[in-house]
């Protein structure tokens, strides 16, 4: 590095002494003004080089670094958002599962309850159909027997009647009640 001032030096000394005297024509042409443009092109880029390479590289280089790192934590931290968001999704879908199970199991323990209702009541409704039907078939049957002795009697007394207007005398109602139970069983023993 040392070399690389001392021919700096070197060069910039001579080229001074040359690069203040252009006479006549375009001093760019002129061989004799060489020396002195080169060397002010070489400090020229060489002062660029430097600031370039000093201020404005570490710049940038700083900046692209934190830019990466940004980015780097942005993704890590999206990465993790995104197991967060995996992970609720996953209990979500347990908790609806276990809520559709919960649901269905108190559907089918309502359906059985409301079966066994439904079954228990039929078969109240069943006995007490039964109860009304032989209420009824008791009702009938004693309808039945008093319905025959009130038949009977009124056939007595209206048979007792027609035997006195025809024949004229009073009849004998026993022998006319024995009569009439007589034909009224034959004709109950047809019926049943």
Known sequence: MKNFYLILNFLFIVGTKQAFGAEEGMPQLNPEFWTAQIFWLILIFFSLYIINWKIFLPKITNSIENRKSRIINDLSEAEKLKQNAEKKLIEYNKIINDAKKEAIKIINENKKNLINDIENKKKKFSEEIEKE??????????????????????????????????????????????IIDDVSKKKMEKLL
Request: no cysteine.
């Open 133 to 178: 039907i032989s209420d009824a078939e008791k009702e009938i049957k004693t309808l039945k027997k008093t319905s025959v002795l009130k038949i009977n009697k009124i056939a007595e007394e209206i048979s007792s009647e027609i035997v006195k207007q025809v024949i004229g005398a009073d009849v004998n109602m026993s022998s006319v009640a024995a």
